[in-house]
């Protein structure tokens, strides 16, 4: 089982909030990832990080913003959250640099709520 | 047209059937396919992957690439009420390209 952490798990604010999702994994992997999911719909990557210092923006635009200062942390913020960026939010991380094939492994999202 | 396409279901099957799930994919350079099981308010975790055509056997899973076709299939032989999940497909290129392109998920329900 992979030990890869999300906080909170569930999460109900009001619009113009600022907010944090944490992510941790303990596996030492190099690359993680945030995905965005909606009922009936494809997983989304939003962003993503090769290691420390590095961040990218996924597939999907997204307002939220990314760090990646310590290999096993990979936090997104969204400054003034919108009842658009209602969504569950899952975090992942994969096997360290040289494996010959991405194999994610996931944490247990967090559901996000915007009144 | 998206690069992946997987029946969203439901399927509904009874204890003990044979179950099929399948994705069909546009992009010929994918090699690299996965098969995730999500249940509810979970997240996805992985449960096999296979490497370009041919299967691969795991208890009662078994994997299927068909790269001439473009088109990939999970079977679950003796299915339980605990395989009652949603299923999601997911393959790359491989190389470089780590990220994963995922299919909508299926949603099964096998019944006692």
């Known amino acids: 089982e992979a030990d890869i952490y999300q906080t909170p798990r569930y999460l109900v604010i009001g619009t113009g909030k600022k907010i944090t999702l944490e992510c941790s994994q303990t596996?030492?992997?190099?690359?993680m990832y945030w995905y965005q999911q909606d009922p009936g719909m494809e997983l989304h990557l939003i962003h993503y990080?090769?290691?420390?210092?590095?961040?990218e923006k996924g597939d999907l635009s997204s307002e939220s913003t990314v760090s990646r200062i310590r290999t096993e942390h990979f936090p997104l913020t969204l400054e003034s959250a919108r009842p658009s960026h209602t969504s569950q939010y899952l975090c992942?991380?994969?096997?360290?640099?040289?494996?010959?094939?991405?194999?994610?492994?996931f944490g247990p999202g967090t559901r996000l709520t915007v009144l | 047209q998206k690069e992946v396409e997987q029946d969203p279901g439901p399927l509904s099957v009874p204890e003990g059937a044979i179950v099929s799930l399948n994705c069909t994919y546009s992009?010929?350079?994918?090699?690299?396919f996965m098969w995730y099981r999500q249940y509810s308010r979970k997240g996805p975790e992985l449960l096999m992957y296979?490497?370009?055509?041919g299967n691969k056997e795991d208890g009662r899973f078994t994997a299927q690439v068909d790269k001439s076709s473009k088109y990939i299939s999970l079977f679950i032989r003796d299915s339980q009420p605990s395989d009652s999940a949603t299923y999601l497909c997911?393959?790359?290129?491989?190389?470089?390209?780590?990220?994963?392109?995922f299919g909508k998920g299926t949603l099964l329900t096998v019944n006692p």
């Open positions: 296979t490497y370009s055509s």
């Open positions: 992009n010929s350079a994918f090699q690299y």
């Open positions: 992942a991380s994969s096997w360290p640099e040289g494996a010959i094939t991405d194999t994610q492994y």
């Open positions: 990080s090769y290691g420390v210092n590095s961040t």
């Open positions: 997911a393959m790359n290129s491989g190389g470089s390209n780590y990220k994963l392109t």
């Open positions: 596996m030492g992997h190099d690359k």
